[in-house]
């Protein structure tokens, strides 16, 4: 069975029939600063705020928390919810997901910008989307991944 898949694999790249990697630049303004991403298309993204149904971007940590104030960049960093939303300054734009993994459940902070742009080769347009802080893959050739509304 694992013969016949690997043949099925090769023989749609020998025919051209692969699906290629797409990515996609978000810029996102963060509370003053703008940050750039790019970002790997994932249709099986389907992480999503409960309450208002938008999608989440899940960004690399470090990319995201160079970008924020000081005080919410410390508190995003606590496994706790309570410190994520203690500033009242910053809680207005902090939204709690929801998410299970191989690993368990937990509680995923996301952040909604103040303005979010999608380019997907020459076009460019606004989006709405959350962006959540997540450890990400070292050597990765992108720093989000994002599911296509």
Request: charged share 20%; hydrophobic share 45%.
């Amino acid at each position: 069975a694992a013969l016949a898949g690997l043949a099925t694999v090769q023989g749609g790249r020998l025919l051209g029939l692969s699906k290629k990697t797409e990515y996609v630049s978000v810029t996102a303004d963060l509370f003053g600063k703008t940050v750039t991403l790019r970002a790997l298309v994932d249709t099986g993204n389907l992480l999503r705020e409960p309450i208002s149904g938008r999608s989440v971007i899940v960004a690399d940590r470090a990319r995201i928390l160079e970008a924020l104030p000081k005080s919410l960049s410390q508190a995003l960093q606590s496994p706790y919810a309570e410190k994520w939303l203690a500033d009242e300054r910053y809680a207005t734009h902090i939204r709690l997901v929801p998410t299970s993994t191989a690993t368990g459940k937990q509680m995923l902070p996301a952040i909604l910008p103040e303005r979010l742009t999608l380019t997907a080769g020459k076009e460019t347009y606004p989006a709405d989307y959350l962006i959540a802080p997540a450890p990400m893959e070292e050597n990765a050739d992108f720093d989000a991944i994002i599911a296509m509304n």
